[in-house]
């Protein structure tokens, strides 16, 4: 099995550690990886702003500029050529899913998707209270005011996310659609701190299954994401491991990712993921 990394960050990500892109390859290379994908953040669309609230953190840190891909573009694809002996380099964005932004973010693919080889299409943003968009997973504090003050009941919340990612997966991204789906259950990432439940009811059991359905249907991968192990609200991954091993069964390609946003993230969790892939 080609160990490979299909999630990770750059310096070009404004909520990361600042750590040089280079310096994670090195350290990708030195753990065994074989291909190693940089999915930085894509723009956000310019409107968006008029329709978000919660803390300004959670917008203006959320991705990369646009007047920031030119340079995102050159530096990995000197990564690319650079360590092309050591580690196969793909190239590409974590675009995220906004329902009402589907011709801006097709547009922006059309133009960008060319210059891509990996993406990833993921839901970080909600409407909540107010009829506005919340992160998902930037506060506890904006998670509670923007979501859970609006969707108490857990089960509903989940709901709503799971129908996101399934709007996400349906959704016409054109030829350069992202080819495999972010940390399907993000949702869950402020989970201990609010003691919400581990399980899921029987209505999203079916919706998860009729979501993993739909992803294979669809021919498209789903993003095994770490990251979730080590946040301190949540202690697994994305999705968790009953869910992988569905995923697995059904033949959906499960793909590593570390989600890393600096060195010390790079591998974290890939020995208890791995027989998954």
Same mark, same amino acid.
């Not at 547009?107 to 210059?115: I, T, V, W």
């Not at 994401?225 to 569905?246: R, S, T």
């Not at 570390?258 to 969790?269: F, T």
């Given at each position: 099995?080609?160990?490979? $990394? ?13 750590? $040089? ?79 009402? $932004? ?54 509903? @919340? ?5 129908? @996101? ?99 010390? $993230? ?6 208890? @993921?791995?027989?998954?892939?």
């Amino acid at each position: 099995m080609l160990k490979r $990394d299909g999630h990770t960050h750059t310096e070009f990500c404004p909520h990361g550690s600042g750590d $040089d892109v280079e310096l994670m390859i090195q350290k990708a290379i030195q753990l065994g990886f074989k291909s190693y994908s940089i999915t930085e953040h894509a723009p956000l669309p310019p409107a968006f702003s008029d329709r978000y609230a919660g803390q300004v953190t959670g917008l203006t840190e959320a991705s990369m500029a646009m007047n920031d891909l030119a340079a995102y573009f050159k530096k990995a694809n000197l990564m690319k050529k650079k360590y092309a002996d050591q580690i196969e380099i793909k190239i590409g964005f974590e675009v995220d899913f906004l329902a009402d $932004d589907v011709a801006w973010t097709r547009e922006f693919l059309n133009e960008y998707g060319p210059q891509t080889d990996d993406n990833i299409l993921s839901v970080h943003f909600m409407k909540g209270k107010d009829e506005k968009y919340w992160c998902v997973d930037d506060t506890p504090g904006d998670f509670q005011l923007g979501l859970l003050s609006e969707t108490p009941d857990a089960q509903m @919340l989940f709901a709503k996310y799971f129908n @996101l990612i399934k709007q996400a997966v349906l959704s016409d991204l054109g030829p350069y659609a992202p080819n495999r789906i972010g940390h399907i259950t993000l949702i869950r990432k402020f989970q201990d701190h609010f003691q919400l439940d581990p399980n899921y009811n029987l209505r999203n059991q079916k919706l998860l299954e009729s979501l993993l359905e739909l992803i294979k249907d669809r021919g498209k991968q789903l993003d095994f994401n770490a990251a979730g192990l080590y946040k301190p609200d949540c202690n697994q991954p994305y999705p968790n491991f009953k869910l992988a091993e569905k995923a697995k069964q059904m033949g959906i390609p499960l793909v590593y990712g570390s989600d890393a946003h600096g060195v010390a $993230d790079i591998g974290r969790g890939y020995h208890g @993921l791995a027989e998954f892939l």
